[in-house]
């Protein structure tokens, strides 16, 4: 293990090899840590709606405390939406990369049988990758009115933090609530998109062959 280790920290550092499959595993490393981004998303949507509900349906005696961490989850989704977005490009660049070094693989095979067979594994995951890509940026379009919605509600009762101002929210958060079930449901698909291509997409198996 120790061995394979240092071999391929060799192969990555040194730049010696473009070998595909390294390009490929970086993509796959990445495609997972932003599956866990989306699915922290989620939870810190759940933990919004948690806070707001509260201030809204069991408002203690001191509104403030539930407002500030209501406060404080929508800011904590804000920065969740924002690493996820910025991680949109840099998995399609990698992706690029990826299939380009895939491409110039393909021109250098002198087997016809070998080549198609390549070809249209590389149309397959390619495929793949723009679908789970779609529902990834789909995801994020969803999210991103949701949360200026919440940033709305939170204006409204930073102004007017009252029984009567909690009251008058009571619409709005509905509106979040149901709005929220589709953007979670999309959130939870594109993860498990990215989730399972990147483990397609790497050398290291679920179960190695003994």
């Known amino acids: ?17 473009s070998t595909g499959y390294v390009k490929s595993d970086a993509a796959a490393w990445h495609l997972e840590s932003t599956a866990n981004t989306l699915n922290a998303e989620g939870a810190s949507l759940d933990g919004s709606l948690a806070a707001l509900n509260d201030l809204t349906t069991n408002p203690s005696r001191d509104l403030r405390v539930q407002f500030g961490r209501f406060s404080e989850a929508v800011d904590k989704l804000s920065s969740l939406s924002s690493r996820a977005s910025g991680n949109f490009e840099s998995l ?5 990369a990826y ?21 249209d594994r590389k149309a397959q995951v390619s495929s793949q990758f723009e679908s789970a890509m779609g529902r990834y940026r789909d995801s994020q379009s969803a999210l991103t009115p949701l949360i200026r919605y919440l940033q709305d509600i939170r204006k409204a009762l930073s102004t007017d933090l009252t029984i009567a101002g909690v009251h008058a929210a009571n619409v709005p958060v509905q509106n979040a609530n149901q ?7 999309n959130l939870a698909q594109a993860a498990g998109d990215l989730n399972s291509l990147g483990g397609a997409m790497s050398f290291m ?4 062959s003994k």
């Open 1 to 17: 293990m120790k061995l394979f280790e240092a071999c391929l920290a060799v192969v990555i550092l040194s730049g010696c090899q």
């Open 92 to 96: 399609r660049k990698r992706g690029a």
């Open 99 to 119: 299939f380009e070094t895939w491409n110039k693989e393909l021109l250098k095979m002198n087997d016809d049988q070998i080549r198609q067979a390549s070809a």
């Open 179 to 185: 709005t929220a079930a589709g953007v979670k449901q």
């Open 205 to 208: 198996t679920a179960n190695p």
